[in-house]
């Protein structure tokens, strides 16, 4: 189903929050009880509101985009606080060439030397 885009302008996060909860599957969101994180400091209104409706608790996620070292504007995936790493698919062939070591390893060859996941990351929103 495709909605229209004048239904997705909304007065603010309260009202996105209501409207993103009409269209959840509630019942199954109940039953299973997930923890909702919040991805960035600029959807704190939104899923503060969503989760008081679900009556469900939320954590928030600092995560820090990875860009390709081929196309600065091109976000690849992104590593969380807990070094969890969530990339495209269609970049897989990368990680497993291993052009990114993925521990104990600095990336300030492409990214220069705020990003490291050394046991403490320079991450932010």
Request: aromatic share 12%.
């Amino acid at each position: 189903m495709i909605i229209p885009r004048k239904n997705l302008i909304f007065k603010d996060q309260i009202e996105a929050a209501k409207a993103l909860y009409d269209i959840l599957p509630v019942d199954d969101i109940l039953r299973t009880k997930p923890l909702i994180t919040v991805p960035s400091l600029a959807s704190v209104l939104l899923v503060d509101e969503l989760a008081k409706m679900l009556k469900l608790n939320y954590e928030f996620l600092f995560t820090e985009k990875i860009y390709s070292p081929l196309n600065k504007d091109c976000v690849i995936g992104m590593v969380s606080e807990t070094e969890e790493i969530v990339y495209l698919e269609e970049v897989n062939y990368w990680f497993k060439s291993k052009i990114f070591e993925l521990r104990n390893t600095t990336y300030s060859k492409w990214y220069g030397s705020k990003f490291k996941l050394n046991g403490r990351s320079n991450l932010h929103s």
